[in-house]
């Protein structure tokens, strides 16, 4: 029996139309999305979204296949890594937002009964929204079901070599014969609200660091692009957001082709395959583009999976 779980960690995703309510519901009631002290006006803002998102974001799942790909994704690269790390180690997920929820998980890892759990959130730069909320959710309800296997986790990993192999990988796949030098790429990450950042999250100071070492592996690679960028997508509400905003910077770009990169997320969802390869390529159609290109994230690439259990290991 094993002894050992790995548990990957992510948001989440509507797994059907109808999840789509529940998804929104437990992301806005996050103590980590709506930061207010009080959790009656958290509540009462959050009920209001919920209420007013529903039915547009239903719209955006029925484009997409009615569903968002990121559970049927992390389902497939759960089986790569639990192939390669074998039986005596048990490899789960859990989502922040939708099921699997952290409860159902480690009833499982109870029944098998593991002894010390390996917790990936994965996202590769840390940030109070999507890391530390994700840990908290898992180790709060691991702790009120009175289990006492030994939690390990790992905060962040845009280090990781082999992780951003993948994805210059990603981005050689979706440049296919083209000529470099015809393109600029847009490193595009999650925006997230000044005020966050300004209390203390790194988030914006891991995306730019992350930027500087892709861009030293582009040039080791002789990827040489006509230029790269670095914008943040996903604005909402009226509060000052990270800037430059992703229009903002196809506005700037005079080049005739661009390829985006979603840094932020190790797995496709509705983010990229709605907000960046539907709503950013008609933006930039307008524009003029002659070519607009989005790589797919790592997913479950078989560099993503070495990176995995290159984290792992480190871990132990």
Request: net charge negative; aromatic share 10%.
């Amino acid at each position: 029996m094993a002894k050992e779980a790995i548990v990957l960690l992510n948001m989440g995703g509507p797994n059907n139309l109808e999840e789509v309510e529940m998804f929104l519901t437990n992301m806005f009631h996050d103590k980590n999305i709506l930061t207010m002290k009080s959790s009656l006006l958290r509540n009462f803002i959050a009920t209001m979204i919920t209420f007013s998102r529903t039915e547009s974001s239903q719209e955006i799942y029925r484009k997409i296949g009615g569903k968002s790909p990121l559970v049927g994704l992390t389902k497939k690269l759960v089986a790569k890594l639990q192939e390669r790390v074998g039986e005596d180690v048990l490899v789960d997920f859990v989502m922040r937002y939708t099921p699997p929820f952290a409860p159902e998980v480690i009833e499982r890892l109870n029944s098998a009964e593991v002894e010390k759990i390996y917790l990936i959130p994965l996202y590769p730069q840390y940030s109070t929204t999507t890391t530390k909320s994700s840990l908290e959710d898992f180790e709060e309800a691991y702790h009120k079901m009175g289990a006492n296997a030994v939690l390990a986790e790992t905060k962040h990993f845009f280090q990781n070599t082999t992780y951003n192999r993948a994805i210059l990988q990603s981005i050689k796949e979706t440049m296919k014969d083209a000529k470099y030098e015809d393109f600029d790429l847009i490193f595009s990450a999650h925006g997230l609200p000044q005020k966050i950042v300004d209390a203390g999250d790194v988030y914006e100071k891991h995306v730019n660091k992350h930027v500087t070492l892709l861009r030293s592996m582009l040039q080791e690679e002789g990827m040489s692009f006509h230029e790269t960028h670095l914008a943040y997508q996903s604005k909402v509400g009226p509060l000052a957001w990270l800037k430059p905003s992703l229009e903002e910077k196809l506005k700037a770009v005079r080049n005739r082709g661009v390829i985006i990169f979603p840094l932020a997320f190790t797995i496709d969802n509705s983010e990229t395959d709605y907000e960046l390869d539907m709503e950013y390529r008609e933006v930039a159609e307008e524009l003029g583009f002659k070519e607009y290109r989005v790589c797919r994230c790592p997913n479950d690439s078989d560099l993503f999976v070495d990176a995995l259990c290159e984290i792992y290991e480190k871990m132990k």
